[in-house]
């Protein structure tokens, strides 16, 4: 099983072409795996009947049929707050621990009819809220690389079941949402590639809604390849959601590419308190190697960076409150019993339903959306948000300009438990959003790629950033680096 952890989509779909391995033998491999590794509670339900059925269906193409598909016998996780029929859907919380959707996320049926085996519905903090993953009523998840009962560090949030899944081997690919970072934060702090397209490029459909102008469905995987080859399972445009880019997606083909003309920014305003010695040189360290590759890195600015993190709180709360007030207890979801009127059952099952950080942004959300304080923050957040967009617009379309951004992705290798759990959920969010969250309101590509270990042995990774719709660079850069730094292979955790 130690070599479970190091396999790639398409060496995995070599050997069962090869007959080494079938489906059905990978994908109970895969189950076994989950279930060894129980104890980093990367899963919130293993769909072990599901998965049989898929790697069966899988073994005909490959064997009967002679028609596999992209990702025929491909194990992958779905964090669980993406709608998945006759699939529990709980998105981690109380409130909707016993939805049952009966329909599918398009990202889902993509990749099912791309021939992907689902494994388990993933961990994550409850409705996402979070950046550690420690927040979920099931518990929290736990750092494949550094696994202690007793001292356990963070697998990063909210998707943090998602990077535990494929960081420990029982999936080769899965799926997370990404707000803030959401994807690229834990992917960064599990040593795994974590890509969020730009929005629009992949369906929100089926997604359970936080931030719907910045949520993002994102990609967790071993390799650049690997997210590349989910990636053009899932995007394109889509008709149940409104808000796909509706030109028809091209998909994208990995090469050796030549930087000598690719132009590099590394944005000064990034360089911020509480950033690490680590990360620092770890930024450092690529961006020689880049310059070494005849790349062209030159200083950039990005003025309302400081200001970004302050902006995307007030519009995620706002947002979050509109959003959370579908759970009354009526239609679906916790029904508080007992209750003597209308109001008293909203209330009860709100406060049964939610935990205290849900509650926290709902009533805050619900204060900047007060008549008398609509203008004074919800407008003028909207207005400052149009300014951070129009930075990243400057500096990647001015003649002066570059073509991607390269950053740290989160500002220290994967904290101990102990340590996170002394700030507030804000706090650490605020502290663990601020190199990813401008992506999302701006609306971009990013993509975070392990790039070395520390001293604690915990990965480091850094981020590039591109223009809408500018992936195909992206992917092939991301993969240059990848390539350069060889970064490590997680053994097995036993």
């Not at 996320?105 to 961990?123: D, E, H, P, W």
């Not at 999302?440 to 850094?462: D, Q, T, V, W, Y």
Request: glycine share 6%; proline share 4%; hydrophobic share 35%.
């Amino acid at each position: 099983m130690n070599k479970l952890t190091s396999y790639t989509i398409r060496e995995i779909q070599k050997s069962y072409a090869d007959k080494i391995l079938t489906p059905t033998s990978f994908v109970d491999l895969s189950l076994q795996r989950a279930k060894q590794t129980k104890e980093l509670n990367a899963y919130v339900t293993i769909t072990e009947d599901v998965a049989e059925t898929h790697s069966i269906e899988s073994e005909k193409r490959f064997y009967i049929y002679k028609k596999p598909k992209l990702l025929d016998g491909v194990t992958v996780g779905i964090k669980d707050n993406f709608c998945t029929s006759n699939i529990a859907t709980t998105c981690a919380s109380e409130m909707l621990k016993n939805f049952v959707p009966t329909y599918d996320a398009t990202v889902y049926s993509r990749l099912r009819r791309a021939g992907a085996c689902l494994i388990g519905k993933c961990n994550l903090d409850e409705f996402a809220m979070g950046s550690g993953t420690v927040d979920s009523v099931f518990g929290p998840t736990r750092n494949p690389w550094s696994y202690d009962k007793d001292k356990w560090r963070i697998a990063g949030g909210s998707s943090g079941g998602s990077a535990a899944a494929v960081c420990s081997g029982s999936c080769l690919a899965a799926i997370g949402s990404d707000t803030g970072g959401s994807t690229r934060n834990p992917a960064a702090l599990c040593g795994v590639v974590g890509l969020k397209p730009s929005y629009g490029l992949v369906s929100r459909y089926g997604l359970i809604p936080l931030v719907n102008s910045m949520d993002v469905p994102g990609i967790l995987a071993r390799t650049v390849d690997d997210a590349t080859m989910v990636l053009n399972a899932i995007a394109g445009p889509d008709k149940n959601d409104s808000t796909t880019i509706k030109r028809v997606y091209n998909p994208i083909t990995l090469r050796d590419i030549d930087l000598s003309s690719v132009r590099i920014g590394i944005p000064k305003e990034y360089y911020c308190k509480g950033m690490s010695r680590e990360v620092l040189e770890t930024w450092s360290y690529v961006t020689d190697l880049l310059e070494n590759e005849k790349a062209i890195v030159k200083s950039v600015s990005l003025p309302h960076t400081n200001i970004s993190i302050a902006v995307y709180y007030i519009l995620n709360q706002c947002e979050v409150a509109s959003n959370m007030a579908r759970y009354d207890g009526v239609q679906y979801g916790l029904r508080a019993s007992a209750t003597s009127s209308t109001e008293e059952l909203y209330a009860t099952t709100r406060h049964r339903g939610f935990n205290n950080v849900v509650r926290s942004r709902i009533l805050a959300g619900n204060y900047f959306l007060l008549t008398k304080n609509y203008v004074k923050y919800f407008i003028k957040t909207l207005k400052l948000r149009r300014l951070i967009v129009q930075d990243f617009q400057k500096v990647f379309h001015n003649v002066d300009g570059v073509d991607l951004l390269l950053t740290p992705t989160t500002l220290t290798d994967a904290p101990l438990f102990e340590d996170f759990s002394q700030r507030t959920n804000r706090d650490q969010c605020a502290l663990q959003d601020y190199c990813t969250q401008p992506a999302n309101m701006a609306g971009i590509p990013a993509i975070s790629i392990p790039i070395k270990l520390s001293e604690n042995r915990m990965p480091l990774s850094l981020q590039l950033m591109g223009p809408p719709l500018s992936e195909d660079l992206l992917m092939n850069v991301a993969r240059k680096i990848e390539s350069l730094v060889q970064f490590p292979v997680l053994k097995a955790v036993t």
